[in-house]
């Protein structure tokens, strides 16, 4: 039975929404917006009219270890990286905001200079992470977009296959964007382990490396150390899952795990991933990784005092 992308948004909704939910067609990645300004634009995220900034004024000033301000050295040159407005995405930002917090709790009693230090240690590692989010959800959105264009298109079909043939249409596309999401959402998996590592042990750790060393390690809070521990338990299948897909498409170069829209008996089917909606597991991956970022945003938060800043 064919399977469009805005119902099978609906259908991933059944588990988590209540009827008045269903009825306003809310995203099923929980951000409580319709699809079409959410996970399933109207337009491919490439194609978006590209309001970029027209005037944009900046001033640099130097603080001494007062507070003071200061002239900045002549000598002193400094580069300054600036978003595109409509390529930031307020759910990376409400995502990593319990991170800022965590991380100004830390330095709120510092000197300026101190603060300035403290800060420039993990300042990199988060901006990999912000960057690894929202590439993940740019790369979502033009694969659900992309899936709903693919799905009307076959969805008007009127042929059907039979028991001995069924035929598999392979949109290259469709292909290449699933496989850019599938890296950048383990890349970014990698990213929050070399931020929480530095943080935690010194040394940046890619992910699967960090959940090694939380069970081993002995130098973390014992209540810390286990809250973390169980987060990740709990996001260990959509995870693995993950990983098993994205070592497919990196180390053998190939996604066996994943069809296009299929021509059988019944007629045409949509794309699938181990015989599961491909955009339910889509949508399923950005949210679950955008809780599991907060989730450990929150416990960082949370256990503030038993964690500090590296030195710069």
Request: proline fraction near 5%; hydrophobic fraction near 40%; aromatic fraction near 8%.
């Amino acid at each position: 039975m064919f399977l469009n992308t805005r119902d099978a948004v609906e259908r991933a909704s059944l588990a988590t929404q209540g009827p008045s939910d269903l009825l306003m067609k809310k995203c099923a990645c929980g951000s409580g917006l319709v699809p079409e300004e959410c996970c399933i634009p109207k337009t491919y995220p490439i194609c978006d009219s590209e309001s970029g900034w027209r005037n944009l004024n900046v001033e640099i000033h130097g603080v001494d270890n007062f507070g003071h301000l200061v002239p900045v050295p002549r000598d002193l040159t400094t580069t300054l990286t600036v978003n595109q407005p409509h390529h930031v995405d307020p759910r990376v930002t409400e995502t990593l905001e319990p991170w800022f917090e965590a991380f100004c709790r830390k330095v709120e009693l510092s000197a300026p200079a101190a603060a300035l230090k403290d800060l420039n240690s993990v300042s990199g590692l988060e901006s990999n992470l912000s960057h690894g989010l929202t590439a993940t959800r740019y790369h979502q959105r033009q694969f659900l977009c992309r899936m709903e264009v693919v799905n009307a298109r076959h969805g008007q079909a009127i042929a059907k296959g039979n028991d001995q043939l069924q035929i598999v249409f392979n949109d290259l596309p469709l292909t290449c964007e699933l496989e850019a999401f599938l890296i950048r959402a383990t890349g970014s998996l990698d990213a929050l382990a070399q931020l929480v590592g530095l943080i935690l042990t010194g040394k940046q750790r890619k992910f699967w490396d960090l959940l090694k060393m939380l069970e081993k390690s002995r130098s973390i809070p014992a209540t810390f150390q286990q809250e973390l521990s169980a987060l990740f338990r709990e996001h260990s299948t959509w995870v693995d899952e993950s990983k098993k897909y994205r070592n497919a498409i990196v180390h053998e170069a190939d996604f066996k795990a994943f069809r296009g829209p299929k021509l059988g008996p019944h007629g045409i089917s949509t794309a699938c991933i181990a015989d599961d909606d491909a955009s339910v597991f889509v949508i399923r991956v950005w949210s679950s990784l955008l809780l599991m970022v907060r989730g450990v945003g929150d416990l960082m938060l949370k256990h503030s005092t038993d964690w500090r800043l590296p030195l710069a």
